[in-house]
């Protein structure tokens, strides 16, 4: 039987019987009283996951650390597990989003402990869900602008974090992918988004399909954003960036066409001047513009108000 989870009230709804007679519902803080404050989750063959953020004590933000999953088969508490990730390292807190994969449940990084923004990636085995199932790769120690992402994605070869903010206010646009079978330093692949785009940053989220991982806009400072940009999956740089903007376009023509005579009739010697060629002003009625009559030769596709001139040129 299909279900769909409900990530903040742990409920699920069949898919066939989409209605109120068959919602469950487990308390997973009935468990332990840390599950709660959880943002976002996934679910493997067998468990459902979910991604621990923070939440409220005393009146204080309370970023944590632990970690729930359910099985697909036993929706009741006997069906729950849970493992602390910041017993192992106390920064492996407040995350946002998260995926799962054939082997591993991988959480994205956004805070630390102390409320900065964080570049830990942590993964889980399915198989071991214990603290010695755990790994911690730290992308932001070579490059500190690689912190602060929310949601991540997968393909077959990659895990993929959306960039969003780096510091506050400071919103980034560094695309992350990691190797599912390097997950070390060397397996880490970033593409700087703005690079192609300035505004190209502050993501909520993101998607893959066969060809593109795809960005979803949120937030570019000072205002909300609608630049949704895809990259290559077999082109992990800025020329396999599309920002839905249409190319450079280098062209010759100064307004050829629209004006009379050509561009540099209209030259001033100075802001102040109304002094060029068919300037109106500080002429008399029923005279003639000065160089009103000077010749010169048109465009061979011109009209002259009454048939088309194929070929041959005229003077005005």
Known sequence: MRVLFFL???????????????????????????LKGFFGGSASANHAYYVPCKEASSGATVRHGYTARISLTDFTTTGVEYLNLAASDSDLVG???????ADHMYFCPFWDASGARAGKLVRVSH????????????????????????????TANHVYLAPSSNSQPAYHGNAVRVSLTDFTSSGIENVNLQTVNTNLKGFGGGFATANHAYYCPNYATPTYSGLAPRVSLTDWTTSGVGDGMLPPMTTSAQAEGAI????????????????????????????????ALAKRTASTSEWDGNKRWAGRKREL
């Open 8 to 34: 903040a009230l742990e409920v699920p709804l069949v898919c066939s019987d989409f209605t109120s007679s068959d919602i469950e519902s487990v308390h997973l803080s009935g468990v332990n009283s840390n």
């Open 95 to 101: 995350f946002q989003g998260g995926v799962a994969t």
């Open 127 to 154: 198989t071991d869900f214990t603290s010695s199932g755990i790994e911690v790769l730290d992308i932001g120690a070579s490059n500190s602008a690689l912190v602060g992402f929310i949601d991540a994605f997968a």
């Open 260 to 291: 009379e005579g050509v561009y540099t009739d209209y030259k001033l010697p100075n802001t102040a001047s109304t002094n060029f060629a068919y300037s109106r002003y500080h002429r008399t009625v029923g005279q003639p513009p000065k160089q």
